[in-house]
């Protein structure tokens, strides 16, 4: 009974042995199948082109090297027009109404002294501004650099020599004095000389004006001129002796300047300009077209308020000669000409547009670049087989 056991026992244990190696097989078999059966489905696959087809020559190797090449230039011409931000101009009608116009200018006389250089305003509506000069300072400039000195010597009430009215009784500057003797009418080369508020005027040739102004949103023009100006019956007039002109030199640097606040990267086109009267002196005139411009720096940003310009500019001379007359005869023609007397300076003429320029800074975005090299991908894949194909590499 007990040999009965034993061979009941083992026969169980072999069984069950036997029982894990039969699942495995099964398992590895069921495996097999499945991979022949996708193996089966893969249209791409090479197993039924021999060897030879399957591997690539010397000719398409240096096809996919051109291609790499390509692609790559492709992909960093991409990622830089991604970094770079570019500016997208809008033209609307301008519709602001009764704003004020802010001129910065920074302009060098290096043939002046400061005593005959003074600022002046005018425009279309009327509004005339002698002298204005109550935001511009005077320096003396001499050889490309301004000297850090008092340009007036001020005087406890300095006398006005004759020229006191009811609302002015004290002439301390210089300044002060030639605008009291031009509202009388009166010369001012005497004083300008003999005054001892314009002693440091006379010294050196040389004048730096830089400085803001304020004017009427409107067309007009702000000067630099010989003589005295001043306004009578509603005409603005340069008081000045004919015999000055041929000494008033408009030699001239414009270090600067600007209509509004400029922004990041605006364009300054008279900056840095430099006029030299070598033969004969005359009148500078620059025509400027402002353009008001509404830019803003990023969709998030304020938007902020400036003017760009663009100008044109004209020279005459102080004896400029014009044909009057021309007579003609069957020898020869004979011309007479009539010389014209001109007011020499320096005038900036502007005019404003009836549009505003809306300019705002644009970035391509990240899933636009994402696109874009994709594109180049498929694209330079798409050629380069077409191009194996038609070499038949």
């Given at each position: 009974m007990s040999e009965g056991l034993r061979k009941r026992g083992s026969l169980s244990s072999s069984a069950s042995a036997s029982a894990p190696s039969s699942s495995s097989s099964s398992s590895s078999s069921s495996s097999k199948r499945i991979a022949k059966?996708?193996?089966?489905?893969?249209?791409?696959?090479?197993?039924?082109?021999?060897?030879?087809?399957?591997?690539?020559?010397?000719?398409?190797?240096?096809?996919?090297?051109?291609?790499?090449?390509?692609?790559?230039?492709?992909?960093?011409?991409?990622?830089?027009?991604?970094?770079?931000?570019?500016?997208?101009?809008?033209?609307?009608?301008?519709?602001?109404?009764?704003?004020?116009?802010?001129?910065?200018?920074?302009?060098?006389?290096?043939?002046?002294?400061?005593?005959?250089?003074?600022?002046?305003?005018?425009?279309?509506?009327?509004?005339?501004?002698?002298?204005?000069?109550?935001?511009?300072?005077?320096?003396?400039?001499?050889?490309?650099?301004?000297?850090?000195?008092?340009?007036?010597?001020?005087?406890?009430?300095?006398?006005?020599?004759?020229?006191?009215?009811?609302?002015?009784?004290?002439?301390?500057?210089?300044?002060?004095?030639?605008?009291?003797?031009?509202?009388?009418?009166?010369?001012?080369?005497?004083?300008?000389?003999?005054?001892?508020?314009?002693?440091?005027?006379?010294?050196?040739?040389?004048?730096?004006?830089?400085?803001?102004?304020?004017?009427?949103?409107?067309?007009?023009?702000?000067?630099?001129?010989?003589?005295?100006?001043?306004?009578?019956?509603?005409?603005?007039?340069h008081q000045f002796n004919p015999t000055d002109a041929p000494a008033f030199n408009v030699s001239h640097v414009i270090h600067d300047l600007s209509f509004g606040d400029p922004y990041p990267g605006m364009a300054l086109p008279l900056r840095g300009m430099v006029k030299n009267c070598r033969e004969s002196t005359g009148l500078y005139q620059y025509f400027i077209k402002l353009v008001p411009t509404l830019y803003t720096s990023s969709p998030s940003a304020a938007p902020f308020r400036t003017t760009r310009y663009s100008f044109t500019h004209r020279f005459r001379p102080l004896q400029q000669q014009q044909e009057a007359v021309e007579h003609r005869d069957h020898h020869a023609h004979a011309r007479a000409h009539a010389p014209t007397a001109l007011l020499p300076g320096v005038f900036w003429v502007y005019d404003l547009s009836a549009f505003m320029v809306q300019v705002t800074r644009h970035r391509p975005t990240l899933t636009h670049l994402i696109v874009r090299v994709c594109a180049i991908v498929g694209g330079v894949t798409t050629i380069l087989g077409a191009v194996a194909r038609l070499l038949g590499l």
């Open positions: 059966v996708v193996k089966a489905l893969d249209v791409y696959s090479n197993s039924k082109v021999a060897r030879e087809f399957t591997e690539a020559s010397d000719r398409a190797k240096q096809l996919s090297r051109f291609g790499y090449a390509v692609m790559g230039v492709l992909l960093v011409s991409e990622v830089r027009a991604y970094l770079r931000v570019e500016e997208r101009d809008h033209m609307v009608v301008d519709t602001t109404l009764g704003e004020r116009l802010n001129i910065t200018l920074n302009v060098s006389f290096p043939a002046l002294k400061c005593s005959q250089v003074h600022l002046d305003a005018m425009d279309v509506a009327g509004d005339y501004h002698p002298y204005m000069e109550q935001h511009v300072r005077k320096r003396r400039w001499r050889e490309g650099r301004i000297i850090e000195e008092p340009e007036e010597t001020n005087v406890e009430c300095g006398s006005c020599f004759g020229a006191e009215t009811t609302t002015l009784k004290c002439c301390d500057t210089c300044e002060s004095l030639t605008r009291a003797y031009a509202a009388k009418g009166w010369s001012t080369g005497d004083v300008k000389r003999n005054a001892p508020q314009c002693a440091q005027h006379n010294e050196a040739k040389g004048c730096n004006l830089a400085g803001w102004l304020e004017v009427n949103k409107v067309g007009g023009n702000f000067h630099v001129a010989l003589g005295e100006s001043t306004v009578r019956d509603n005409r603005f007039i």
